[in-house]
């Protein structure tokens, strides 16, 4: 297989790779410093947060069995931090997993902070911030696993590509914290620009002082992939979207689907990709396209009617022709908005390769049924589950509840259900029973667990959002996706039990149901909550804990804020 390993990319700036003679695995060292920057992706200038000057960060590069280790310093003056590694299970680590107020205290501006973990499977992943709404700031990087030395996966290549996709707001987070906040709601509204690899392009003919917007900065001029014709590339193709559901293609090219969320797909072709915020692809792509001229790569926004956001546009760049020459056609169309069939085929589409398959159990211990509501409670506008929508506490759930602190959150369980056979789907309910609350779902360890996630009318009439669901600690099946109710008696025949893809992120589609099966296997809490950025801060949520009594001593290093702060006086 003629592959060409990250090992030959030159070494991040500030990571240091460290071997220890005789051992097969490796531990990869990384020290980073966030921080505020004026930058502009889009051209237009605002303060992003960046790791090491850079936005998207460095990418992580390592090989199964290897361990990460970021020593991570909070630049950031005024703000906490903390980072997510997203789709690492944090097998042994929980407390590694980086979500502030569930496995950590956030890190103080000033401080530094060191996570260590296993990468235990290859694939392709993500790490980004969950602290706030700081991930759509800027603070979002790629993580790419290969195979171990001697193993082999079920597809060829000959080069390795990293693309993430984001969308970009030009208001702060705060501003925007501020409006989901209020009464009267003020809802954040389209992005502004779609970046592919952390550029975009915006109008600055629409922009006014005091803003600065330079058309011909450097920052924003299209992202360039260079390659050389008669190859096959492996694209390892991710979004980090804070909002949009995206459509990616590359003008005139075919893409192979090979793998999602780090697990071997059996091979299907698309002309365009659909990717939902925290999903992770890869694709192959052969340059068998005319050799003379460059193509469009383009990204477009889906699933909701947005006529602002202009198309993400970058260059697929057949060497030797110069990078910056523009193709000479106009960049393809991306597929209809509201073309939600289309969308729920690719997902169904999605199976496990035939040689890759991880048999699901073939029945669960419990079932729990999620409806997905917006409501308002006590005039602020709101998202749910099961109508209780979903608040951080101040002492993250795992040092409560290994230390046995009280007090900290609520402890009546969320609902295992709602009432199926009533709720209309399709009507604008005033949903006025909503409550909020920060209790958690209590797992019996190893067992067997099925979550229905149903989607549902918003507060405006006629409109279904789509939502990508991610589930921290574990990967799941995916057992199904229907339209319309979920219907309990019969429904559960229709499920995927011979090949189903294994994920971690997954998409619920407008007025439709995805049936997820997993197993409660790995101690420690986890968040399981929608990747849109906006809804998360809004509630849409809620946290799983298994076998926490199984774990060891937890660092001292993720305490300090709220009750939390006596066990660092009383430790010797």
Not at 20 to 34: H, L, N, Q
Not at 123 to 141: K, N, P, S, V
Request: proline share 7%; aromatic share 12%.
């Amino acid at each position: 297989m003629a592959v060409t390993r990250f090992l030959a990319l030159p070494i991040l700036l500030f990571s240091v790779l460290i071997v220890f003679p005789g051992a097969e695995s490796k531990t990869r060292r990384y020290k980073w410093e966030v921080k505020y920057e004026y930058k502009s992706p889009d051209c237009f200038q605002k303060m992003v947060i960046t790791i090491n000057g850079q936005t998207p960060g460095p990418s992580i590069l390592a090989e199964e069995g290897d361990t990460v280790i970021v020593e991570l310093t909070n630049g950031l003056l005024t703000e906490n931090v903390a980072i997510h590694w997203h789709g690492i299970r944090q097998m042994g680590t929980p407390w590694f997993d980086g979500t502030e107020g569930v496995t950590q205290c956030p890190i103080l501006p000033g401080e530094t902070f060191t996570y260590e973990f296993k990468v235990d499977r290859p694939g392709t992943y993500l790490y980004h911030a969950h602290y706030g709404m700081q991930r759509e700031a800027g603070l979002y990087g790629s993580i790419r696993v290969a195979v171990g030395s001697g193993k082999t996966e079920p597809f060829s290549y000959d080069y390795d590509r990293s693309i993430i996709l984001n969308d970009w707001y030009h208001n702060t987070t705060y501003e925007q914290v501020l409006g989901l906040s209020s009464i009267p709601f003020d809802w954040v509204g389209e992005p502004q620009s779609l970046l592919i690899q952390g550029k975009g392009r915006y109008n600055c003919s629409l922009v006014s002082s005091p803003y600065t917007c330079n058309s011909n900065s450097t920052q924003c001029s299209p992202y360039e992939l260079t390659v050389v014709p008669g190859k096959t590339y492996r694209l390892r193709v991710s979004s980090l979207t804070a909002l949009s559901a995206l459509s990616f293609q590359i003008e005139g090219h075919n893409m192979t689907v090979v793998e999602a969320d780090g697990h071997y797909v059996e091979p299907f072709v698309v002309s365009n990709l659909f990717i939902y915020s925290g999903e992770t692809y890869s694709v192959l792509v052969k340059t068998d396209q005319e050799p003379s001229r460059n193509y469009w790569v383009t990204t477009t926004v889906v699933s909701r009617n947005n006529t602002v956001t202009p198309p993400g546009l970058a260059v697929f760049n057949y060497y030797p022709n110069h990078p910056k020459r523009s193709p000479p056609t106009d960049p393809p169309a991306g597929p209809a908005w509201n073309d939600v069939q289309r969308r729920i085929n690719q997902s169904r589409a999605i199976k496990a390769h035939r040689d890759w398959v991880i048999p699901p159990p073939l029945t669960s211990d419990r079932v729990i049924l999620m409806l997905n509501t917006q409501n308002e409670i006590n005039g602020y506008r709101r998202w749910s589950v099961n109508n209780v929508s979903f608040n951080l506490p101040h002492t993250p759930y795992l040092i409560a509840i290994k230390e046995n602190i009280s007090g900290v959150f609520d402890q009546t369980p969320p609902p295992d259900y709602f009432d199926l056979q009533n709720y209309d789907i399709y009507t604008k309910h005033n949903n006025s029973n909503a409550t909020s609350s920060n209790s958690i779902y209590r797992l019996k360890f190893n067992t067997t667990v099925d979550i229905i996630l149903q989607n549902a009318n918003t507060m405006v009439v006629n409109n279904s959002e789509t939502h990508p669901w991610h589930l921290h600690g574990h990967d799941f099946w995916v057992l199904g996706y229907g339209e319309g109710k979920f219907n309990i008696s019969s429904d559960p025949g229709k499920y995927n039990l011979v090949n189903p893809i294994m994920k971690n992120t997954v998409p619920l589609h407008s007025y439709g149901w995805t049936a997820l099966r997993f197993r409660s296997d790995n101690p420690g809490v986890w968040a399981f909550h929608c990747h849109i950025e906006s809804h998360f801060y809004m509630g849409m949520g809620v946290v799983f804990e298994e076998g926490v009594e199984r774990l060891g001593k937890l660092p001292s290093s993720i305490m300090g804020c709220g009750k939390s702060k006596g066990l660092l006086v009383s430790s010797p």
